[in-house]
Structures are given as structure tokens and as C-alpha cells.
């Protein structure tokens, strides 16, 4: 199985700081995706990093992968209460392998 | 853009009844996926469409599960019979080409086997 598997479980912060989460996978690929599961919205995508890129930004979400690790992590910077939720990077394959999942907290 | 769309939302059944979720995806995408998402885990793949055929079913129960998308739009999961251990969020995805590129899911059918 390519699963990923998030670290940590569970995280929590106050509005303002900046969480970050990792993620750790097992063989090759060819893109990482991170999602965000909370119950308003559902599972949502929320950036893709490709195995050549190292880094990437999208708002105050910041994804770096290293391949050579098999590890990314994702950084939200200036969290908000909205950021609450659980996060879930996830590896294609054959199919796309969802890891546990982060749990954030942010209070204000 | 209309997202994905499932039914019923919450579904409460006894074991050994049975259960039928429907999906209807984004239109013009061409992979359709069925996640069960068990409480406190990340969601895991049942099933996964390209057009009506099946690409992966590796993790489908198949002696209690079944799923179709005959005409490669629509799609149902059905269980029959259920049991309590699938208690879980069924959760429907679609997705462009294929599984490398983002999916979009849909809210889920939370069912609970009593």
C-alpha cells in the first residue's frame, strides 16, 4: 500500500500561530495530495505537489515534498477557528491512499 | 459547476438489511470512486470507475457489497446484507481522467447498522 500516514494525530493552536503537519509515504510517486475534511464542507482538495517540485504555496498554505525522504508536510500560516478541521495528504497509486488524517484545533 | 451529488444523506438500517447509496457525478468526469470512511480513520476505496468500467474493486467485499455505473454517469453502492462493522461514512468522488488528478467528493450517506 502506498498510504500515507499523517503526523501529528492531533494538533492544537490559537488563531494566529502557524500549524504544521506531516505526512510520510512508502514508495514512488508521482504526486502528493492534501485534503481537508471538516463538517460543514466535506473532503476538499486542497493542493497537489508533483514528485519534480519541491515546494508549493497556495494562500497560507505552504506544501514541500521530498521525495527522498518519501515525506511532505503542510504548513497553513496565520491559522484561523476556520481552519479547523482534519487533514489528509494522500498519494496516488493504483488508488488514492488516504493516511489517518491531523486533527486541528484552532481557538480563538 | 454543480458538485457531486448523493443520496440519501443519513440512512439508519438494521443488520442484515439492505442498503443502496446513489451517486451522481461531476459532469464530464470520468472516474467515479466509493470511499467507506470508518469514524476517526482516513477514507478507504471500494470501488473505482473509468467511464462504466471497473478499475479497481481490490477492497470491496464483494460477498455483501455491489456497485454499478452502467451507463457511465450515475453510479449505486448497494449492501445486502449489512452488518454492524459498516457503520461508516460512504463517501463518492469524481474525478476528471484519473486518479492522479484532484477529486471532488460529495457529502457522504452517514450509515449507522443497528
Known amino acids: 500500500s502506498q498510504q500515507g500516514e499523517e503526523d501529528p494525530q492531533a494538533l492544537s493552536i490559537q488563531e494566529g500561530e502557524n500549524a504544521t503537519m506531516n505526512c510520510s509515504y512508502k514508495?514512488?510517486?508521482?504526486?502528493l495530495q492534501w485534503y481537508r475534511q471538516n463538517s460543514g464542507r466535506g473532503l476538499v482538495h486542497l493542493i497537489l505537489i508533483r514528485s519534480n517540485e519541491r515546494e508549493k504555496h497556495s494562500g497560507r498554505l505552504r506544501v514541500t515534498l521530498d521525495t527522498s525522504k518519501k515525506s511532505s508536510s503542510l504548513l497553513i500560516t496565520a491559522s484561523r477557528a476556520a481552519d479547523t478541521a482534519s487533514y489528509f495528504c494522500a498519494t496516488p497509486g493504483y488508488a488514492l491512499n488516504f493516511g489517518k488524517g491531523t486533527s486541528l484545533l484552532v481557538t480563538p | 459547476e454543480a458538485g457531486v451529488a448523493q443520496s440519501p444523506r443519513y440512512k439508519i438500517i438494521e443488520k442484515r438489511q439492505s442498503v443502496a447509496f446513489w451517486c451522481n457525478p461531476i459532469?464530464?468526469?470520468?472516474?467515479l470512486y466509493w470511499y467507506q470512511q470508518i469514524l476517526g480513520q482516513g477514507p478507504k476505496l471500494l470501488i473505482q470507475?473509468?467511464?462504466?468500467?471497473?478499475?479497481?474493486d481490490s477492497q470491496l467485499p464483494k460477498d455483501r457489497f455491489s456497485a454499478e455505473r452502467l451507463k457511465g454517469v450515475d453510479s449505486t453502492l448497494k449492501i445486502q446484507p449489512a452488518k454492524l462493522e459498516d457503520s461508516a461514512v460512504y463517501l463518492c468522488a469524481s474525478s476528471l481522467i484519473g486518479d492522479s488528478d484532484e477529486q471532488f467528493f460529495g457529502p457522504g450517506t452517514r450509515l449507522t447498522v443497528l
Open positions: 459532469s464530464g468526469h470520468a472516474t
Open positions: 470507475f473509468q467511464n462504466n468500467g471497473v478499475v479497481d
Open positions: 514508495t514512488s510517486i508521482n504526486n
